[in-house]
């Protein structure tokens, strides 16, 4: 069965603190991972990553996959309060058709 | 600014009413994907359309739900007989697909219908 999972499923930190977010997939035809953040509303995209190593970047946020560990990572460094979400890693299958599977999410927290 | 539209934002119903959700996707898109979200599930996929065929309804409980898209600006989810497990927020996304493969795999979510069965 397709599974994404991510880890932690909740974290709190300190503003200004680094966070390190965990996405791991098994996946039949696997073709890429997006990161979303979603607060009290719908999903928005992050990220799309495709390749293995390389390291796409927006802001304080970061993301790279690692197709040997089947693993992802989104970094944010100096977090903010408006970090505050539920952060979404969701797995493209080469269907043609953009099926994601989603992982559970991780709730961030960044008290001030 | 282009953006996938869902009506109502707010539904409350009785147990045993019918719900309709609509749906209208960015202008241009040929995709449309219906997702429910819980606490306890997280993100499901319920169906997904392409070209208005149906691609995939096996996330859809078949006897009470039906997806359709009557024309490539409206897609609508129906529920009926509604029941208080049906409680979630329901998704619209869309995207575009080209000569079978995607131009992005990004979807880009509408702001959801948040239903509550009683």
């Known amino acids: 069965e397709d599974k994404v999972v991510q880890s932690p499923l909740s974290l709190v930190v300190h503003e200004g603190d680094t966070v390190t977010l965990n996405c791991s997939y098994e996946?039949?035809?696997?073709?890429?991972l997006l990161w979303y953040k979603q607060e009290k509303k719908a999903p928005t995209f992050l990220f799309m990553l495709t390749s293995s190593g390389i390291e796409k970047k927006s802001g304080r946020l970061s993301s790279i996959l690692d197709k040997k560990e089947l693993s992802s990572i989104l970094n944010i460094t100096a977090t903010q309060t408006g970090d505050s979400a539920i952060y979404l890693c969701a797995v493209v299958q080469s269907q043609g058709a953009q099926k994601l599977v989603f992982g559970q999410g991780t709730r961030l927290t960044i008290n001030p | 600014d282009a953006r996938v539209t869902q009506t109502p934002r707010h539904k409350v119903t009785e147990m045993g009413q019918e719900v309709t959700m609509r749906c209208q996707p960015i202008?241009?898109?040929?995709?449309v994907f219906w997702y429910r979200q819980t606490m306890m599930q997280g993100l499901e996929l319920l169906a997904y359309?392409?070209?208005?065929?149906?691609?995939?309804d096996s996330g859809m409980p078949k006897d009470r739900f039906s997806a359709e898209m009557p024309d490539a600006t409206l897609a609508t989810l129906k529920i009926q007989p509604s029941e208080p497990r049906d409680s979630a927020v329901y998704f619209c996304a869309s995207g575009l697909v080209r000569d079978g493969a995607a131009t992005t795999d990004t979807q880009y979510f509408g702001p959801g219908t948040r239903l509550t069965v009683l």
């Open positions: 202008l241009g898109h040929n995709t």
């Open positions: 359309f392409r070209n208005r065929a149906p691609l995939d």
């Open positions: 996946v039949t035809n696997f073709r890429s």
